[in-house]
T-cell receptor, first 111, second 115 residues
Framework: EDQVTQSPEALRLQEGESSSLNCSYT??????LFWYRQDPGKGPEFLFT???AGEEKEKERLKATLTKKESFLHITAPKPEDSATYLC????????????FGQGTTLQVKP | SAVISQKPSRDICQRGTSLTIQCQVD?????MFWYRQQPGQSLTLIAT?????????ESGFVIDKFPISRPNLTFSTLTVSNMSPEDSSIYLC????????????FGEGSRLTVL
């Protein structure tokens, strides 16, 4: 059974304090790993898709990386507007287009 | 990217009643899914909405409780039947996915409160 575990559950940072969020996964034949941002009361907003180990993608202060067992979302010099819940999801070969989500990491960046 | 509209955005319902949530996508998509997000929790897949045929339900979800329709490539509905307070949740429609552009987009969600 495909599984996704995210850590930590919650993270508090000072503005400018860089850190990383972890997403560990178990999947039979990874077809894609996805990162989303979710603000309170909103639907998830797509950030990145990673397909193979060693792949990296960047968007503003965020960089996502992928290994065969986990993905990291690195946040460089975060700002208060980066505060949100970050969700990781996988699409495995046993599924048909659907994503399995982790529990999320809630990030709070204080000014 | 796909723009997904859901109606209603929120509702307060009485126990034992049913509510239908509508999802409209602004472009034709291969895949549409319905997720549930309970308070403080992550997303749990309810079912895959299949165009012109019966939906494919995940373990723990059944058609009698969550009937789904998808009459065409841009529209789907989810009905929450015979509601109880345990059904209070956010219901999210999503579309796209790896069989389309590789990205799965979400609507803003429908927040249901059952009294």
């Amino acid at each position: 059974e495909d599984q996704v575990t995210q850590s930590p559950e919650a993270l508090r940072l000072q503005e400018g304090e860089s850190s990383s969020l972890n997403c560990s996964y178990t999947v039979s034949g990874l077809r894609g790993l996805f990162w989303y941002r979710q603000d309170p009361g909103k639907g998830p907003e797509f950030l990145f898709t990673l397909y193979s180990a060693g792949e990296e993608k960047e968007k503003e202060r965020l960089k996502a990386t992928l290994t065969k067992k986990e993905s990291f979302l690195h946040i460089t010099a975060p700002k208060p507007e980066d505060s949100a819940t970050y969700l990781c999801a996988v699409h495995g070969s046993s599924n048909t287009g659907k994503l399995i989500f982790g529990q999320g990491t809630t990030l709070q960046v204080k000014p | 990217s796909a723009v997904i509209s859901q109606k209603p955005s929120r509702d307060i319902c009485q126990r034992g009643t049913s509510l239908t949530i509508q999802c409209q996508v602004d472009s034709q998509v291969t895949m549409m899914f319905w997720y549930r997000q309970q308070p403080g929790q992550s997303l749990t897949l309810i079912a895959t909405a299949n165009q012109g045929s019966e939906a494919t339900y995940e373990s723990g979800f059944v058609i009698d409780k969550f009937p789904i329709s998808r009459p065409n490539l841009t529209f789907s509905t989810l009905t929450v039947s015979n509601m109880s307070p345990e059904d209070s949740s956010i219901y999210l429609c999503s579309a796209g996915g790896v069989l389309n552009t590789g990205e799965l987009f979400f609507g803003e969600g429908s927040r249901l409160t059952v009294l």
